[in-house]
């Protein structure tokens, strides 16, 4: 069994930073994805950044390119997304998405979701 917890959300000023944190227990092999989505109020889920087992850069959608950094810490499996210069418009609830394999080598891969964490961008 696989659990993700998330942490780092909060109520920020526009321009302010914050940085959110995902760490996965349990029967794990390998982390392949570790992925971010946000959840804006009305509006469909997003996946805003994604980073892949090997890769040391991030892919990110246009509309958080140059202030948002995905990374991550495969001795922890352990996803990171720092964000600096917050809008407004970045308020949501943020989730981490995991593609993982569990057990061994021939382990089953899957896609597990944490529980979301809330980020309120206001002056």
């Known amino acids: 069994q696989v659990q993700l917890k998330e942490t780092g959300g909060g109520l920020v000023q526009p321009g302010e930073s914050l940085t959110l944190s995902c760490e996965a227990s349990g029967d794990i092999f390998r982390v392949y994805v570790m992925a971010w989505y946000r959840q804006a109020p009305g509006q469909q889920r997003e996946e805003v950044a994604d980073l892949y087992y090997t890769d040391s850069v991030g892919k990110y959608a246009d509309s958080v390119k140059g202030r948002f950094t995905i990374s991550r810490d495969n001795t922890k499996n352990a996803a990171y997304l720092q964000r600096n210069n917050l809008k407004p418009e970045d308020t949501g609830v943020y989730y981490c998405?995991?593609?993982?394999?569990?057990?061994?080598?021939?382990?089953?891969?899957?896609?597990?979701w944490g529980r979301g964490t809330q980020v309120s961008v206001s002056a």
């Open positions: 998405q995991l593609q993982i394999r569990t057990g061994d080598v021939d382990g089953s891969v899957g896609l597990y």
